[in-house]
Structures are given as structure tokens and as C-alpha cells.
């Protein structure tokens, strides 16, 4: 009966044993796997998720670049003044100007020819209009306003011609052909054209005499 007893203690403490060690194991694993769940909660380095942020974000510039503006100075005379030509040799630069004149949409559609191997170097502007007789004063008056701002912001051009065709009252068309040259536009003006663009703030006081004179 001893024997038993002590045969059956035996396996109760093997089990204990058993049952022991398969605690302390379960206890190393979940420590174990607690772990590796912190680390995997751990935040990046804040720096490196900013730059990366930072890197792909799309921005928001436009490709076209803003004008500065001076105070006191419209949006209008800011583009025009940065539309100057250095040279009227520079049909780019000439071209650039005229669009940003618009005089496509203020005249009517037109063509131009740099007339340069000889004096005086003219801007010849051919519009692709047709206009009554009683229109032509009022076509002149307002073109002589855009070729006042063409001769401030293009250095080495002597006048400004401008041809567009009329129709008379019994029907006939014919050509006319008008032009304003650098001394007509300083007795108009009362001041040397070509200082109206020396600044934006120049082109700015240029546009607001034009504007005095549309009022009057």
C-alpha cells in the first residue's frame, strides 16, 4: 500500500513539475510577444515622416510667375513694363508685347513687320479689319493710345504705323495707313515717351493720363 501511495505522489509531483514549467514557458512567450508588439507601436522619427511628407507634396506655384508689384501700381502696368523690349530687333520679345497689349482682342487680328535696315525704324502693325468711314476717327484715337505704350517699352522704335482698310459710303475700299512717331507722341504727351518706360510706376502714370484723356 506504501508503495502506491508513493508511486502516485511520484507522478503528482512529475505532473507538478510538468505543469510548472509549462507556466514559466507560456510566461516567457507572452512577455515575448508583448514585446515585439511595443516595438512594432513605436512612432518613425518624426523628422523623417515630415521630410517625407514634405517631399511629396504636391506645391501649389504656378509654372506662369507672378509679377511684383510696386505700390501704387496695377496688375496691368506690371505686365506691360515686364514686357518691354530691350531691342526691336527681337521679334520674340516684340511679339510678347503686342499680346500682352492684346491688341487682338482690343483692335481687331493683325500682323506685323519690323521694318529695322533702315531710319526710322518703324512697327508696322496690318490689321485684318474693314471699318466705315464714320469709324475711322474713333479706331485712330484708340490705336494711337496702344501705339503710345508700344514706343515707351520698345527701345530703338522711331514710330508706330498702323493699316487697316476702309470702306467708303458709295462702297469703294482703299487702304489707310496712320502712324505715330517718338516726336508726335512728346507733343501729345507733354513728356518724352520713352521715360514712360523707365518703371512700372512710369508705365503706371503713362495708363493714367490715357485714362484722363478717355474721360475728357
Known sequence: MKKVHKAINKNIRMLLIIAATT?????VLLMLIA???????????????????ESEAPTD????????QEQGVSQQAQLLYDARVEDINDSASVAKLLETVDLRKNMANYQVTLMVKESPKSMVITFDKTISAAEQQAFDEKMQKYAEQILALTKGADQVQWVYTVKGEDGKKEERNV????????????????KYGASAKA??????????????
Open 61 to 68: 506655384v504656378n509654372e506662369t510667375t507672378v509679377p511684383t
Open 179 to 194: 502712324y505715330l512717331d517718338a516726336q508726335r507722341a512728346k507733343e501729345l504727351l507733354k513728356n518724352d515717351v520713352t
Open 23 to 27: 507556466v514559466v514557458a507560456l510566461a
Open 203 to 216: 508705365v503706371q502714370n503713362l495708363l493714367d493720363q490715357q485714362n484722363r484723356k478717355d474721360v475728357r
Open 35 to 53: 514585446g515585439n508588439e511595443e516595438r512594432n507601436q513605436i512612432p518613425t522619427d518624426p523628422t523623417k515622416t515630415s521630410e517625407t511628407k
